[in-house]
């Protein structure tokens, strides 16, 4: 194959469609509209995010790309390894800056090693993109390269070219074809049903109403309405609040209904709001804001919202972000997550292979025990 590879500072010079081809137009975060529009709306360099995306193309085709980001810190990756670089600093050796291949802000699975459907000898292209990120990070003097929300698949390619492998793990909401909540609340205890009914009951006693919007129905008004909440969160929690008015704008007019809104509203005003973005079979879950906390709200807008709305849809599962024990009882299962990561250092390389192995036997126990938490009465094939 005539192959040329090139470094993309951006996606700016890329025309939508054809980045989309790679895969964008069936997850919502792969997309030109989400990416480039982070990139034009001061939501990555500001906070460590430089964008570096390798393509490849053929006699003019572009037939394979990676999304990479040089950081220069470890925030907003959700795959943690602050640890990490603490020890390498110790050592005398800087971790930052280092590579990145995922979505900024987002622990979503996605796939990472884009390759165009009808490209020819698909493997011959995965490999060359691996080795081309490995090469550019050794070019550059990079500590190393960390694939992150990859699929199983993409992993176990990745772990060939002698990367190490980390586990994590996330709670998942699957449809097994329900009918209506109801019916997924059927599958639950007793017990455990008696305790979503009372949740989503108080809700109502308080006098809140939910109302879902899609990307192509927002007005500036309830954007930014939306977007005070989001504020509001990180200033509660002192995080930072990377995402700025005009991306959430932007990216609800350019995405339309693969924007989902849900929005509280109590006496004639708004009062929370929760922003998911929809896959063609998943809903994924990922920003929460509200002016008044209220009892159960948040289990409402995030959760149940979502849920009955995938059921509506049709879509396969759910996806509402990183963390949070307190998702099993409400539906949503342990599931596992996978990264990949190779560090220029060999000897560092080393002690971390022995770190991810135990960890991932750990995880493995972790997730086990979860399990046992499970509100259903018998075990989801």
């Known amino acids: 194959m005539a192959l040329q590879v090139s470094i993309h500072e951006g996606l700016g010079t890329i025309e939508p469609h054809i980045w989309d081809s790679l895969g964008g137009t069936r997850d919502p975060f792969l997309s030109h509209a989400f990416l480039h529009t982070l990139e034009t709306t001061e939501c990555l360099?500001?906070?460590?995010?430089?964008?570096?995306?390798i393509l490849i193309h053929e006699d003019g085709c572009l037939r394979a790309a990676t999304p990479l980001y040089a950081k220069s810190n470890s925030y907003g990756e959700f795959v943690f390894d602050w640890a990490w670089a603490d020890?390498?600093?110790r050592q005398g050796r800087p971790y930052y800056p280092k590579l990145v291949s995922g979505?900024?802000?987002?622990?979503?699975?996605?796939?990472?090693?884009?390759v165009a459907p009808d490209a020819p000898e698909p493997e011959a292209l995965t490999d060359i993109l691996i080795q081309q990120t490995i090469d550019f990070a050794h070019k550059n003097k990079l500590s190393g390269v960390h694939w992150l929300f990859t699929y199983k698949s993409e992993t176990d390619k990745l772990c060939e070219h002698g990367l190490m492998r980390r586990l994590g793990c996330q709670y998942h909401w699957e449809n097994n074809g329900?009918?209506?909540?109801?019916?997924?609340?059927?599958?639950f205890s007793s017990r455990k049903r008696k305790k979503v009914k009372r949740e989503r009951r108080h809700v109502i006693e308080q006098g809140i109403t939910l109302h879902i919007f899609h990307g192509n129905e927002l007005n500036d008004e309830i954007m930014q309405t939306f977007h005070g909440f989001y504020l509001n969160t990180f200033e509660r929690h002192w995080g930072i609040p990377t995402l700025s008015l005009a991306f959430f704008q932007q990216i609800a007019h350019k995405l339309g209904n693969r924007f989902v809104l849900v929005m509280a509203k109590k006496n004639g005003d708004?009062?929370?709001?929760a922003a998911n973005f929809r896959g063609d079979d998943t809903l994924y879950g990922r920003y929460w804001g509200c002016k008044e906390s209220l009892e159960?709200?948040?289990?409402?807008?995030?959760?149940?919202?979502?849920?009955?709305?995938?059921?509506?849809?049709?879509?396969?599962r759910f996806e509402p972000g990183a963390q949070g024990e307190h998702k099993i009882p409400r539906g949503f299962l342990p599931t596992p997550t996978w990264s990949a990561h190779w560090i220029a250092d060999p000897e560092?390389?080393?002690?971390?292979?022995?770190?991810?192995?135990?960890?991932?036997?750990?995880?493995?126990q972790e997730c086990r025990t979860l399990m046992a938490l499970s509100p259903y009465r018998e075990p989801q094939e």
């Open 45 to 53: 360099q500001p906070y460590g995010w430089h964008p570096y995306h």
């Open 348 to 364: 560092f390389r080393r002690h971390l292979q022995v770190f991810c192995h135990q960890e991932e036997m750990a995880m493995e």
């Open 103 to 114: 979505i900024p802000y987002t622990p979503a699975t996605g796939a990472r090693l884009l």
């Open 87 to 89: 020890a390498y600093e």
């Open 270 to 273: 708004w009062i929370a709001g």
């Open 296 to 316: 159960n709200l948040h289990f409402e807008a995030c959760y149940y919202a979502g849920i009955e709305y995938c059921i509506d849809q049709g879509l396969k």
């Open 178 to 187: 329900y009918l209506d909540f109801n019916e997924f609340l059927s599958t």
